[in-house]
């Protein structure tokens, strides 16, 4: 398994005009195959969202047969794409990505983190970032601080998410934990704390270099 990747590009219409590339390849992750087979999906529905494709359509991304079906019903699994079965065969005989499928597509900073392009970039701990920073914004917002303080720590926490948004590659993680211990100084003595912030400084703290 794994051949030469060639890389695709899908044009998106509507008024966004998003642009996705991806590789075709056989990879040997299987996150950056489900990732794959997620973005040609999220293709053929912007084009046209009553239109199914068969396993010889999905084929063209460059699977076996075997890594199609194990991925594509993992995908079912989490709902993210929907499969159609014949009356006989295990194997599917169409699908098409799902509403849920779509919103993940839709969010590249969450899409990139459970479904990274490089199967390098894949890390224990870092697919719970953007709930922890999503949950981190709303402890901000409620924390019982008034003025400058208040105003900082919204700066910091908007800068955290930028920084995390970038590519993993390009993340520098010494000025990110810079930023949430500066966060954490200005709580303390704060009774509700900002209660995420630990396992966010835990994760990107962790042995070993989350870029490699």
Partial sequence: MGVAARPGRVEMGGSGGAVLYFARMESKSPKAMRRQLLLRLYENYMRNPMELLTPGDLYAVGFSREDLLLNMHYLGDRRLVELMHGPISPFFTSARITADGIDLVERPFEFGLRFPPDPDLAHPGVAELPRLLERLVDEVE?????????????????????????????????????????????????????????????????????NR
Avoid: H, K, T
């Avoid at 003025?147 to 000025?175: C, H, K, S």
């Fill in 142 to 210: 409620f924390c019982p601080l008034n003025g400058e303080r208040r105003r900082a720590l919204q700066r910091d926490v908007n800068y955290v998410r930028d920084e995390i948004a970038r590519p993993m590659a390009a993340w520098r993680r010494p000025v990110i934990l810079a930023v949430l211990g500066w966060m954490e100084e200005a709580v303390q003595g704060v009774e509700e704390g900002l209660p995420s912030l630990e396992r966010i400084r835990a994760i990107l703290a962790a042995p070993g270099d989350l």
